[in-house]
């Protein structure tokens, strides 16, 4: 069966590569234009998976995994922040919110898929 990622990105060529990336691994894709359209896709259908930014409009990576993991089917989904930022503290924070691990950009397809691999079991 294939698995499902959520992809939230405010940069329109960041989504694009991510998706084609991991659709080339035979993944299901679904692409949100920043937090509150991730959180709204997130809500309306079944994701195993999401990757997020941090900073983006409307709702930024950690407000979006916050909010989702209030909702009961926000519980369990792995959540890795993909993100320019590496600066310990927001690590921490996302961590303590709920997401599993983050990664730098830019990054390499192959970390990237390594990284869904492990996540998605």
Do not use: C
């Not at 890795?80 to 691990?101: H, I, P, Y």
């Amino acid at each position: 069966m294939t698995k499902t990622v959520l992809t939230v990105d405010d940069s329109p060529s960041i989504r694009r590569m991510i998706a084609m990336t991991l659709q080339e691994a035979g993944y299901a894709v679904i692409e949100a234009v920043d937090g509150q359209d991730g959180l709204s896709k997130a809500l309306a259908q079944k994701v195993d998976a999401i990757i997020t930014d941090q900073n983006m409009p409307n709702l930024d990576g950690l407000g979006f995994i916050r909010a989702l993991r209030q909702h009961p089917q926000g519980k369990g989904i792995p959540i890795v922040v993909l993100s320019t930022d590496s600066e310990e503290g927001l690590k921490t924070q996302a961590r303590e919110a709920g997401a599993l691990g983050w990664m730098v950009k830019p990054f390499s397809q192959d970390k990237l898929l390594a990284v869904m691999r492990k996540v998605l079991g």
